[in-house]
């Protein structure tokens, strides 16, 4: 549960140093990693800011106990968008340090308790004890499609995998243009905006004597879509690869939540006319009510 104890985790892996240095574009330093025989020693630059300091400490955790990372690595973690200098491993790191910080299991918990009250769940996010970006980027990295925040006096835009932003660069009036739902928390003393895009919507329901397989549905809503033979099984293959990427996220998620998200998210599919007919909807349906179950594992 957090506030995970991230330095105690740091210092079973390594010699943990918090030291002052005046180079402001390095947060830390790790050392020594392709030592077999003694441990490796991570060096923070100290700063006012614990919490920045927190992430830092899980990043070069996450540095240390990803076994192919490299020998040595000097950090730099940006507050706003945590711009990396290298996009792949750095990037992994990151996304290790959220991971640690603020838990899968835990955010399933606030989820489950608070549904789609995402102040709430902003407010509750103040105990993991991560800056706002930190935060936020394990929102984004947990969510299904629909979610957009807005932080920092609006310079940071933080939104979903999978959701559909406005064409332009996206602002406070043309989020709120578009959103079905939104609001505001304090987190770590700063205001976050939150827009929910995706519509709530009834999940359709499988008739009693309805026998089909979860295919013959989908093949029987493109028949009625007008579209060519030809074209049946080209499309049919499409429908499973948009929706195939939100399927293995949304392992154990209520089905009506991964049904909306999948909803918004083919509304600029090529063959978004699809949405409009009641088989293709159940066959979404049909999908979702599937992995709730946990028919479909969840991918990371």
């Known amino acids: 549960m957090p506030p995970v104890d991230v330095q105690a985790l740091l210092e079973q892996h390594a010699e943990f140093h918090r030291v002052d240095w005046p180079y402001d574009d390095v947060d ?6 392709a030592t077999a025989s003694s441990k490796p020693s991570v060096y923070v630059r100290a700063t006012d800011n614990l919490l920045r300091e927190r992430f830092t400490m899980a990043h070069e955790l996450g540095h240390i106990v990803l076994p192919w990372h490299l020998p040595a690595a000097n950090c730099s973690v940006d507050e706003d968008e945590f711009e990396t200098h290298d996009p792949t491993i750095e990037q992994q790191a990151d996304l290790f340090a959220s991971t ?15 549904a789609d009250d995402m102040t ?10 991560v800056s706002t970006a930190a935060a936020l980027q394990a929102l ?5 499609p629909g979610w957009v925040f807005e932080a920092y006096g609006g310079r940071s835009i933080v939104a979903t995998n999978g959701t559909r932003l406005p064409a332009e660069q996206p602002t406070s009036s043309s989020l709120a243009a578009l959103a079905s739902a939104s609001g505001d928390a304090l987190l770590n003393g700063r205001t976050v905006r939150w827009y929910k895009f995706s519509e709530t919507v009834t999940l359709p329901v499988k008739a009693f004597d309805d026998q089909r397989t979860d295919h013959e549905i989908l ?9 060519a033979e030809d074209d049946q099984a080209k499309i049919a293959a499409s429908a499973n690869g948009k929706v195939g990427g939100t399927l293995r996220e949304a392992a154990g998620r209520p089905a009506s939540e991964t049904y909306e998200a999948m909803m ?9 006319s699809m949405l409009g007919i009641d088989d293709f909807r159940l066959w979404l349906a049909q999908k979702a009510t599937a992995i709730e179950i946990g028919q479909t594992k969840r991918r990371r």
């Open 264 to 272: 918004h998210k083919l509304a600029d599919w090529d063959y978004a």
């Open 28 to 33: 830390a330093i790790v050392i020594g990693l």
């Open 219 to 227: 093949i029987a809503a493109i028949a009625s879509s007008g579209a």
């Open 140 to 144: 984004r990295r947990y969510l299904l």
């Open 120 to 129: 709430r769940i902003l407010q509750e996010l103040n105990s993991s004890e």
């Open 100 to 114: 640690l910080l603020v838990p899968d299991r835990w955010l399933a918990g606030l989820m489950n308790r608070h």
